[in-house]
């Protein structure tokens, strides 16, 4: 009966989409106000389509419906609730009803916040296109990706359970949410691009009609990627949180092209500049989140990440060809309306600076393209497994990296149009000094690499930039509401919420960027070999084991030891790295024990368990500064909702004077 139920609600749901989608067009065609409200009902229909859909999917991997073959791959009786739960994504077809139901939440959200411009050619346009992109998705789930097939024959008495990584810890109930919310957030200031150059719209009120929902995709999207790190860093156990894997890279593209976009937007809402390139942009992001998806549900690459081998790949290569090819197609059909009037006056000045920052931003998504899809180019064209791993990527990606630091730094602190010396000193000159201190500082005291130094030194910069900054408009505020600090950094924070929400993701993003340096030039690695009791130093703390033990149940069995950290003689506790083994599985799962500091983590894992002579061997990582990466991407988030926040409105007669003239422009959000 649910399998039914599932399959009728999706269809309900791709129906809706096809009516929605004729009843659009031939209302437009005939100017008929009657079929466009059929064709915005029909989004109606088709919210509680998908919404019915998952509940139905959800009610059935609860119960334990057995006969349902997604259920039964993916669920068991002793699965944990949390996991039971979490289980409509932890496999390809569960993951594209997931979609499928976050898309339509979009499109019902979107049309609703239209719907007083409802009958305005450029909205009805982006909301067939979005229909379009559901109803392809509505396809994948009623053909290949259709989870509610039924098992063949008779219905086992329990099931498989999910992949053991996939419920072993509970980042699985946020990490692919969260990504997906990003992803599936792309397809509006998509349809919004492609019905700009429909109706020949092409000036910047698309670009204000979607700034919002591109800030809530690339911040759901930001927020994905760090939980994805924090999930790989807990549960794999290799010590890392950032591999270059295949989907770990198809998820950052769409993240780089998005960051550029929203850069660069600013520039064409100010100096009606870079109209094709914001569009190419925008279609390129989309299409990034469709190879995305191909690359994780397709089973072409081999990652931990990735689903198994089916049968969609060729439906969503052939989908990104049509979303291209037609985003292509368009911008060539519009090109002498695209000529954009404005032009850059002065390489010294705020959107020159955005045009190097898009530039070094696709640059950086070219080469993560480039070693992401081209082993797969040379494993179909001529048969061989090729293999690109991490010192291609750190070779090309640091000075593209190093190079969006300073940009980072200076950007903020250029005019519009031009910038003269006394500007650039003033806002520059301590900044550039602090970080020339703490570069060199970290050449004698710390480490000689230059990368590691410059990285420092940049990011050193760009946070005495942006404290200098609200500094100075804070003190402005200050003099002139004749008020205290704190209520002056209120208003200030208040009055400009995109700009200093810009800010806070600015200052996330360079503590990030600080932090991967640091891990990675003052990481430390070892394995010990010890008996019970028996005790091994490693940089400075002393390893004792204390003894070890196991507990079973349903879900799994594990087994722990329990390891002793002290330091100078002062204990630091006892932390249990563990291995598990899951019923179905022959893969035996490792859990580290992390002990979570401000300067520096001690990540321990159960490389084997304890031998016939009771010896176990422990790898020990000494890793600087992983916790700042965590905290960068909270800023992250914080910086977006700030950047999404209303402007509080100036009391009249109100004027910021001085040094504080620190633009009430917008500052972008990357």
Request: hydrophobic share 50%; aromatic share 10%.
């Amino acid at each position: 009966m649910k399998a039914t139920l599932g399959i009728l609600a999706l269809a309900f749901g791709g129906g809706a989409c096809v009516v929605g989608i004729t009843s659009l067009l031939l209302g437009l065609q005939r100017k008929n106000d009657a079929l466009l409200a059929v064709g915005r009902k029909c989004v109606a229909v088709l919210l509680v389509s998908a919404l019915a859909a998952v509940g139905i999917m959800e009610w059935a991997l609860v119960s334990h419906d057995f006969t349902i073959r997604y259920v039964a791959e993916n669920n068991a009786r002793s699965t944990p609730l949390l996991f039971t739960i979490t289980g409509l994504w932890s496999a390809l077809a569960g993951s594209i009803l997931l979609w499928v139901l976050i898309l339509s939440g979009y499109i019902g959200v979107t049309v609703r916040h239209f719907r007083k411009r409802a009958s305005e050619p450029l909205v009805i346009w982006a909301t067939i296109v979005m229909l379009g992109v559901a109803l392809f998705f509505f396809l994948l789930v009623l053909g290949p990706a259709n989870p509610f097939r039924l098992v063949a024959g008779g219905a086992p008495l329990d099931g498989r359970g999910p992949n053991p990584l996939l419920q072993n810890h509970p980042l699985m109930a946020f990490h692919p949410p969260m990504l997906y919310l990003g992803y599936v957030g792309f397809t509006v200031p998509f349809a919004f691009a492609m019905s700009s150059l429909i109706t020949g719209s092409v000036g910047e009120g698309w670009l204000a009609d979607t700034r919002r929902t591109t800030l809530i995709a690339w911040g759901f999207l930001s927020l994905g990627i760090i939980l994805g790190a924090w999930w790989s860093y807990e549960v794999l156990g290799w010590g890392g949180y950032w591999a270059w894997d295949p989907v770990e890279n198809a998820s950052l593209l769409p993240w780089l092209t998005a960051t550029a976009f929203i850069h660069s937007v600013m520039v064409q809402e100010r100096r009606a500049m870079l109209r094709v390139w914001n569009l190419s942009l925008v279609i390129a992001t989309f299409c990034l989140t469709i190879l995305g998806t191909f690359l994780t549900r397709s089973g072409v690459v081999n990652s931990v990440h990735a689903f198994s081998e089916s049968s969609i790949g060729l439906w969503l290569l052939v989908f990104l060809g049509v979303c291209a090819g037609a985003g292509l197609a368009l911008i060539a059909w519009r090109g002498d309306r695209l000529r954009a009037p404005g032009r850059i006056d002065s390489m010294l000045s705020r959107e020159a600076a955005f045009l190097g920052n898009n530039l070094l931003f696709v640059a950086f998504a070219f080469v993560v393209l480039l070693g992401t899809v081209f082993p797969l180019i040379v494993e179909a064209i001529q048969g061989k497994q090729l293999s690109v791993g991490e010192p291609y990527f750190n070779r090309m990606t640091i000075p593209l990296g190093l190079a969006l630091l300073f940009l980072m730094a200076v950007a903020p602190a250029l005019p519009w149009r031009a910038a003269s010396g006394d500007v650039l000193k003033r806002r520059l000159l301590l900044p550039a000094w602090v970080g020339t201190a703490v570069m060199v500082l970290t050449l004698i005291f710390l480490d000689r690499s230059l990368p590691t130094a410059l990285a420092f030194g940049l990011g050193a910069f760009a946070i005495a930039g942006i404290m200098r900054e609200t500094f100075m408009a804070v003190k402005s505020r200050r003099s002139a509401d004749k008020i205290g600090w704190m209520r002056a950094t209120g208003r200030t924070l208040a009055g400009n919420p995109r700009r200093y929400g810009g800010l806070t993701v600015h200052l996330g993003v360079v503590l990030i960027a600080v932090a991967i340096a640091g891990s990675h030039t003052f990481g430390t690695k070892q394995e010990i070999r010890l008996a019970k009791g028996q005790s091994a130093e490693v940089a400075g703390y002393t390893f004792t084991y204390v003894g070890s033990s196991k507990s079973v149940t349903g879900q799994k069995t594990t087994l722990s030891t329990d390891i002793r950290i002290e330091q100078g003689g002062k204990s630091l506790g006892t932390y249990a790295p563990s291995v598990s083994t899951f019923p179905n599985s022959n893969q035996a799962i490792g859990t580290p024990s992390v002990r979570t500091g401000v300067l520096r983590d001690i990540y321990l894992t159960l490389v084997s368990s304890p031998n016939k002579t009771g010896r176990v061997t422990i790898g020990v990582g000494i890793n600087p500064m992983v916790v700042w990466i965590w905290f960068g991407g909270a800023l992250l988030a914080i910086g977006t909702i700030g950047a999404l926040l209303p402007s509080v409105r100036r009391r009249p007669g109100f004027r910021v004077t001085g040094e504080a003239e620190v633009e009430a422009q917008s500052v972008s959000v990357s």
